[in-house]
């Protein structure tokens, strides 16, 4: 999916590069004075720039800020008893936590230890569908 994506996005950027060009090239053809063929063109290159940048905002700024806000619900989410997975690969069932930190134990052997919460990765539920 990403890859359709930066694709789609190559692609719209090519043509409107071409377009501008085009444009540009047209209008400082068609132009009778140097001030106005300058003044058509620039207006050419804010609209493309615009163009650029709400692109960009809608294929990379905004899914991230998405990936984010879900990322900060689970956090908030998580309960004493829950399994865990950490960034860092770790996992483990939660003993105790407080506002910025939580405790969890691993394996059989109890090992505890203590995290900070935005060190939290996925919860059991959502490790086991990612599996599948």
Known sequence: MKLKIKRAFAVILSVL????????????ADATSSTTATGGTSYIYIIYFAVIIAVFYFLVIRPEKKKRKQADELRKSLQVGDTITTIGGMVGKIVEMNDNFLTFETGEDRVRI??????????????TEEQK
């Open 114 to 127: 203590q995290v900070a919460k935005w060190a939290i990765s996925t919860t059991g539920k959502a490790a």
């Open 17 to 28: 590069t071409l377009a501008c060009a085009f444009a540009g090239t047209a209008l400082a």
